[in-house]
């Protein structure tokens, strides 16, 4: 079993940035791939960066790339998503997920939310 915490998300103006932390209980959060999604109003969930276990291989959806990064501490059963250049369309509950891949992660965090004013 793994527990995850979002913290991080809040208020910011387009072209600011924001660092999402996501820790993990539970002693194999190394073994597992990490991503974060997102959920914006009124649209559907969206995986928006992964990262493997070993942090050797990410992904990110197009309209993020080059401006999120995705990096992991297993030293400190962490995860992070770094965003930068925000756009008020980057607005979303952001959530942190965890499983043997990122296309059905089985554990979910509690979410946090990340609004970027125009």
């Known amino acids: 079993q793994v527990q995850l915490a979002e913290s991080g998300g809040g208020l910011v103006q387009a072209g600011g940035s924001l660092r999402l932390s996501c820790e993990a209980s539970?002693?194999?959060?190394?073994?597992?791939?990490m991503g974060w999604f997102r959920q914006g109003p009124g649209k559907d969930r969206e995986r928006v960066a992964s990262?493997?276990?070993?942090?050797?291989?990410?992904d990110y959806t197009d309209s993020v790339k080059g401006r999120f990064a995705i990096p992991r501490d297993n030293a400190k059963n962490t995860v992070y998503l770094q965003m930068n250049s925000l756009k008020p369309e980057d607005t979303a509950v952001y959530y942190c997920?965890?499983?043997?891949?990122?296309?059905?992660?089985?554990?979910w965090g509690q979410g946090t939310q990340v609004t970027v004013s125009s």
């Open positions: 997920a965890a499983g043997v891949n990122t296309i059905r992660p089985e554990y």
């Open positions: 990262i493997s276990w070993s942090g050797i291989s990410t």
């Open positions: 539970g002693r194999t959060f190394n073994s597992y791939a």
